[in-house]
């Protein structure tokens, strides 16, 4: 075998390699996306069966995002003790364990002392009782205190409390019959007849928040997010 060869062949040999770790590290994309997907599925449930759901538990359904809030803490942070009860040493602040809402599978732990942990407490029950309305909240400190760990591993875990059965919201999907509407061709033909267009049209059906769609049918997310009880007109729904 010649040098030339020799060189030609682990040349191609590195090019194949190359491409297989290419290849690899999509196929872990793609594997990493679908989990993702998956883990954010909503779960459809018929008109009928969620006025089942709010005559049972109206205080679930109903909540707002105060009151969700508000079940968020609580969910991860058991109810304070006061270690003199009765006793004239107690300042009145509560004993709060803040390490499953600041701790507990955090990338960054956060460490809250006794009055911070009373403070976002006490402004929880405000939020639940509707004191708060329309008030914006600063959060203040030399840098380095916190301020950013503090509200990123608060809203990691309110997003994370949001995937579970406790979080559940409820919002409108849309279910239309294309073919009625006179087909996705129609809705092609409003943006252009060219192949690119048209591609371009389909990406963005693909990125919307659309359940389901097919040649017969679409289902989709409320763009304004509607909460159900609004299908109801306002005169029927206390009934």
């Known amino acids: 075998m010649t040098m030339a060869k020799k060189k030609k062949d682990e040349s191609l040999t590195e090019s194949m390699l190359s491409v297989s770790q290419k290849a690899a590290k999509l196929e872990a994309l793609i594997h990493v996306s679908k989990e993702l997907r998956e883990s954010q599925r909503r779960t459809?449930?018929?008109?009928?069966?969620?006025?089942?759901?709010?005559?049972?538990?109206?205080?679930?359904?109903?909540?707002?995002?105060?009151?969700?809030?508000?079940d968020m803490l609580h969910h991860y942070v058991p109810h304070g003790t006061d270690e003199f009860p009765v006793s004239d040493d107690s300042i009145g602040f509560l004993h709060y364990d803040s390490s499953?809402?600041?701790?507990d599978g955090c990338d960054d732990p956060f460490f809250a002392d006794r009055l911070f942990m009373n403070r976002l407490m006490s402004m929880?029950?405000?939020?639940?009782?509707?004191?708060?309305t329309n008030n914006i909240f600063l959060f203040?400190?030399?840098?380095?205190?916190?301020?950013?760990?503090?509200?990123n591993n608060l809203m990691y875990k309110m997003e994370d409390y949001t995937k579970q059965e406790a979080g559940a919201?409820?919002?409108v999907y849309w279910r239309l019959n294309i073919e009625k509407l006179g087909g996705f061709r129609r809705f092609r033909g409003q943006v252009g007849t060219g192949r690119r267009e048209t591609e371009i049209f389909d990406n963005h059906l693909a990125n919307a928040d659309v359940h389901y769609y097919s040649k017969e049918l679409m289902?989709?997310?409320?763009?304004?997010?509607?909460?159900?009880?609004?299908?109801?007109?306002?005169?029927?729904?206390?009934?």
Request: hydrophobic letters at 35%; charged letters at 20%; proline letters at 9%.
């Open 140 to 151: 203040e400190g030399p840098p380095g205190s916190g301020k950013s760990t503090f509200l």
């Open 124 to 132: 929880a029950d405000g939020f639940r009782k509707g004191t708060f």
């Open 44 to 70: 459809p449930m018929t008109y009928h069966d969620f006025l089942h759901l709010a005559s049972i538990n109206p205080d679930f359904i109903f909540r707002d995002i105060n009151q969700l809030f508000h």
């Open 100 to 103: 499953g809402l600041f701790i």
């Open 169 to 171: 919201s409820y919002k």
């Open 219 to 239: 289902v989709f997310s409320c763009p304004n997010h509607d909460h159900p009880i609004l299908m109801i007109p306002k005169s029927l729904r206390r009934q």
